[in-house]
């Protein structure tokens, strides 16, 4: 019976401590877990702005879209959106999804076909993963962050290829070489995929990201921008030139059988760029508070150095679990990352820094951390 087998791996889970539940945020912990680098999900002037334009709004999809995009879900609100973050980022064209999840499932696995190769950094997002396991084409990882690796793949790979990275990793915070790794695939005409998450609205000008901070948004096919992170709302945006959102149009499952967003996702997403746009200090400021954790605990290694995310090691399920712990009771809100999430021997905890950590909040931190790290 299936019932017995998924007991079995449950019962596993918890032996190794790998168990998961679902818990409640704590308010009343200081936060440095969650994704809202910039505060904007708890924006009271953002929330003001979506809610003045949904008021404006005298028809249209305010509540629910009623069907797919390509019957009766397509608005006039939805395309202008499309067409301001299109601007904003410096593409052609795109297209907006509920999540960053769905828009990687999207693009991944429609746009490389049979025959195709795709090459993956092995630390890749799983929604990457899972787009690459449902296209048709051949996948193969190169090691993380490796071009050397990545080349020896690039010379034997058949097909169309697609290299797929993210500019800012979601574990450790470290940033992809994507100047070099653009040249590297230029020879081998190789289509090149960036999911910007970690670094949209905190890279660059107006929050654009680590693609168009590093003036490669000509060069790189397609972007993927979420906005369940720094942006505070919820959506995501693929830009891409018209040509890839014609075929995504058409051809792209997770596009064409979903129901389109309602009036909230488009309003939320554009208000939270012009908010971004018009408050140029903020990233200043999460800068400063990033760099003031580093030098407490003297972290040198330039890979995260410009990151909102910084992770240190604690291997082992139940000492990474009591790290976090000992954190939790101090009044922080710090999270374990545990296998399977991560390879086991590599679980950490995941520290996030936020515009709206103090000075004191930091410091006292940052005590804690380095008594940990004394005893880890």
């Known amino acids: ?31 440095f877990a969650s994704n809202d680098y910039l505060g904007l999900s708890k924006s009271t002037e953002l929330k003001k702005r979506i809610e003045a334009q949904v008021q404006q709004l005298q028809t249209g999809n305010i509540n629910g879209a009623g069907g797919s995009r390509l019957l009766t879900g397509n608005y006039p609100l939805l395309e202008e959106s499309e067409q301001f973050l299109a601007q904003h980022f410096n593409s052609e064209s795109g297209l907006i999804f509920q999540s960053g999840y769905m828009a990687n499932v999207a693009v991944l696995s ?21 787009g690459i396991r449902l296209s048709a084409a051949s996948r193969f990882p190169f090691l993380h962050n490796d071009l050397h690796d990545l080349e020896k793949k690039l010379s034997k790979a058949k097909g169309n290829i697609f290299v797929v990275v993210e500019s800012v990793y979601s574990m450790d915070g470290d940033v ?48 993927i921008y979420t906005f369940g992170k720094a942006m505070g709302v919820h959506g995501a945006f693929v830009a891409c030139n018209q040509l890839v959102k014609n075929y995504l149009i058409n ?29 140029p200090q903020w990233e200043e400021t999460l800068k400063h508070n990033i760099q003031q954790y580093r030098e407490k605990l003297q972290i040198n290694d330039a890979s995260a150095a410009y990151s909102a ?14 790290a976090a712990q000992t954190l939790v009771e101090a009044g922080f809100d710090v999270r374990p990352i545990l296998a399977p999430t991560v390879k086991e021997g590599t679980e950490r905890l995941r520290i996030i820094l936020h515009r709206y950590n103090t000075t004191q909040e930091i410091n006292a ?3 804690l951390v380095l008594r940990l790290k004394s005893t880890a």
């Open 176 to 223: 992809c070489p994507l100047a070099e790794l653009v040249s590297l695939c230029e020879p081998y005409d190789a289509t090149v995929i960036v999911d910007e998450a970690h670094s949209t609205g905190l890279f660059g000008n107006g929050g654009r990201g680590l693609v168009n901070r590093l003036t490669l948004h000509d060069k790189i096919a397609v972007r």
């Open 365 to 367: 931190l940052t005590e």
């Open 251 to 279: 051809f792209s499952r997770p596009f064409i059988y979903t129901t389109a967003p309602d009036a909230h996702t488009p309003i939320g997403m554009t208000e939270s760029v012009k908010l971004i746009v018009e408050n």
């Open 110 to 130: 429609t746009l490389p076909g049979r025959g195709d190769t795709v090459l993956y950094d092995e630390q890749a997002h799983a929604c990457m993963k899972d």
């Open 309 to 322: 995310i910084q992770s240190f090691l604690i291997p082992g399920n139940a000492q990474a679990r009591q």
């Open 1 to 31: 019976m299936a019932g017995k087998r998924w007991q079995d791996e449950l019962s596993k889970r918890k032996a190794n401590q790998s168990y998961r539940t679902l818990g409640n945020f704590n308010p009343q912990l200081i936060d």
